[in-house]
């Protein structure tokens, strides 16, 4: 798909999301935002801790239904999408790296990369390839297995990355990728991730590291729930 033409692959408008603390009171954690990415697109969402940078890629990946506004993919509206619809959206076009990097502790990295790929019905030793190569390009050849809590936090991080590009997703949505990592093993990962958005993938990281910024094609500053898109380093 050329770049700009036809509609945003992932676009919200005035998504909001409140949160009910114990005690009682309430967090505006997303305040009206408007977001879109398109095809081809590495797009950054930059801003300081408790700005709602996880609240909205929890959204953009349609894991968390916002309380109020639209969510668009590919241009229909998934806003009121059932659960199972969204899980199957999810498994269609997204691949997600959590902050957490959310592996399942009692698997190996090699199986826990390879698990979307059960979920899209490939057959087993396509899976194993696959899951193979895509921890060889994250750096984690030597470690595929061994289990998660065997690992550094750096390479889970990479390992979570491993899993979200296994199936080679047309939307990659990365909370803090690199946060874990040192300034080498940062550049490897925004490589990997370059290379998806190079493809046509939709790109979408949050994340405080400035190096990414050079990479980027559309920043977004998030501030206390509320959303701005600040223009591009390029
Ligand atoms: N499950 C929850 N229950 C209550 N409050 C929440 C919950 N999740 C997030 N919040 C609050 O919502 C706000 C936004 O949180 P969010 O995790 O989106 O921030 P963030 O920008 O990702 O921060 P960080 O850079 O630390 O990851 C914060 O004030 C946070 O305390
Ligand atoms: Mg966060």
Known sequence: MPHGDGPA????AGVSRRYKRSGGS?????????????????????????????????ILGLLDPPDGGQVFLNGDDVTSASEDARAKLRR????????DAGLIDRK????????????RGVPRKERENRAQA??????????MHHAPGELSGGERQRAGLARAIVCDPDI????EPTAALDAATAQDVARRISEMKERGASVILATH??????????????????I???????
């Open 228 to 234: 701005t898109e600040t223009g591009a380093a390029r």
């Open 92 to 99: 269609t076009h997204l691949g997600f790296l959590f902050q």
């Open 9 to 12: 692959r992932l676009r919200v």
């Open 172 to 175: 990659l949505i990365c909370d």
């Open 108 to 119: 190996p990295i090699l199986d826990n990369t390879a698990l979307p790929l059960i979920y």
């Open 134 to 143: 895509a921890l060889e390009a994250v750096g984690l050849a030597d470690r």
């Open 209 to 226: 590291d400035r190096d990414l910024m050079p990479l980027a094609d559309r920043i977004y500053e998030m501030r206390h729930g509320r």
């Open 26 to 58: 309430e967090v505006v954690a997303l305040d009206s935002a408007d977001f879109e990415a398109r095809a081809g697109e590495l797009v950054l969402i930059m801003g300081p801790s408790g700005s709602g940078k996880s609240t909205l890629l929890s």
